[in-house]
């Protein structure tokens, strides 16, 4: 979100960052052409689409009079962080932008850096931080601190009077760990996810959990507003209201991916393992005896 005024259109400086990233994968997207058959093109073209309309509502949204409704309305604040933590990153995953965007590099120096990458010096500094950015630990928690330090006061206060900050930190962080979380349970082509199933579902309960108790913890056990921001422009009473049904927000929007992604996870476990006995027995790690 931005500082924008409610009602009113403005050009947020995420601009910058949202048409440099279409210019990459519009890039990459036309020298891969040159490199793959028509099929593998129109598939390429088609996640090349998912992939700039989702940056550029992004930055839409952010220019957009919601930016400004969010600095006066908890709820749409919620709205919003709800988007894109959640739903943003799954169009980021299933567009997979990595492929077309390592083809920007002409093909000598495209060998050169993933050749240094795996054998040459920096290895040594890329192979440990691979690991830690791709573990399902490590996207598992960095989500769950992302969503409860943003809610802090003092943090979402701080975020909600500087536009860099709620620009630059607050959203960015969002859409990033929220890449990071969804990867470890869907497959962006051509990698798979990131976890097995039991980890899937660990980060899944973990998350629904912190979701609940931070719902709860703003409408139930809350009886004063948490953010000076909109007690300042709204009034304490007019605050509270606003903060119980954006807690409420929250905690129903548990349920619009939860399920999803544990019917997902299911059907892929099925189809895997040829029937929900068989699955069940495996994802514990046991075998069926015959």
Known sequence: MTMGAPGSWHLSSLWILGFTLILIEELGLRRLRARTSPSRTSQWRRRGWIYDITIAVVCVVESSPIAGLSMRHLTVHMVVHVVEMFYVPILLIVSAPWIPALFVLPASPRRRMLRSLRFGSARF????????????????????????????????????????????????????????????????????PRGGV??????????????????????????????????LMNGAGEALRDQ??????????????????????????????????????????RELVS
């Open 125 to 192: 500094a890329w192979r440990p931080l691979r690991a830690l950015v791709t573990s399902p630990i490590f996207a598992i928690i960095t989500f769950n601190v992302c969503m409860v330090v943003w809610h802090i006061p003092s943090v979402f206060d701080w975020g909600m009077r500087s536009d860099v900050v709620s620009t630059w930190l607050m959203t960015l962080s969002f859409v990033l760990t929220g890449y990071l979380f969804w990867r470890v349970i869907l497959p962006s082509g051509p990698f798979q």
């Open 244 to 285: 119980r049904v954006a807690a409420g927000i929250l905690w129903i929007c548990g349920d619009f991916w939860t399920i999803p992604a544990l019917i997902v996870i299911v059907r892929r476990l099925i189809a895997e393992q040829g029937g929900v006995g068989p699955a069940l027995e495996r994802s514990l790690g």
């Open 198 to 231: 039991r980890i899937q579902v660990l980060a899944i309960v973990v998350t629904a959990f912190e979701m609940l108790v931070l719902a709860i913890s703003m409408a139930i056990m809350s009886h004063t507003a948490w953010y000076s921001t909109y007690v």
